[in-house]
Nanobody, 123 residues
Framework: QVQLVESGGGLVQAGGSLRLSCAAS????????MGWFRQAPGKEREFAGG????????DYADSQKGRFTISRDNAKNTVYLQMNSLKPEDTAVYYC????????????????WGQGTQVTVSS
């Protein structure tokens, strides 16, 4: 079983950047597709982006395309979410999640979750 721990969240001004990391332990990530999700207060958890097990394929929610980039280093068992041109509406807790198979937009399709990291974007 793999365990996930996110880091890199914080407070940033609008227009700024953050890079989140998702480190795995217990088992290597190379077999897993990884997703990044976010949840704002009072809202449902939503898909931000995902990356295939090999890193050869990525997918993003429309509102993140062109601003967010997901990458992974399977040798380091780490997945990254680079967030640029941040907006106040990006404020949320960000979670990484793992699943066997392909990237999926549905959070219920993911088996393993990290504890989340808070991202706050001030205007």
């Amino acid at each position: 079983q793999v365990q996930l721990v996110e880091s890199g969240g914080g407070l940033v001004q609008a227009g700024g950047s953050l890079r989140l990391s998702c480190a795995a332990s217990g088992r290597g990530l190379s077999s897993y597709a990884m997703g990044w999700f976010r949840q704002a207060p009072g809202k449902e958890r939503e898909f931000a982006g995902g990356i295939s097990w090999s890193g050869g394929s990525t997918d993003y929610a429309d509102s993140q395309k062109g601003r967010f980039t997901i990458s992974r280093d399977n040798a380091k068992n780490t997945v990254y979410l680079q967030m640029n041109s941040l907006k106040p509406e990006d404020t949320a807790v960000y979670y990484c999640a793992a699943r066997i198979g392909y990237i999926n937009y549905d959070p219920n399709k993911y088996d393993t979750w990290g504890q989340g990291t808070q991202v706050t974007v001030s205007s």
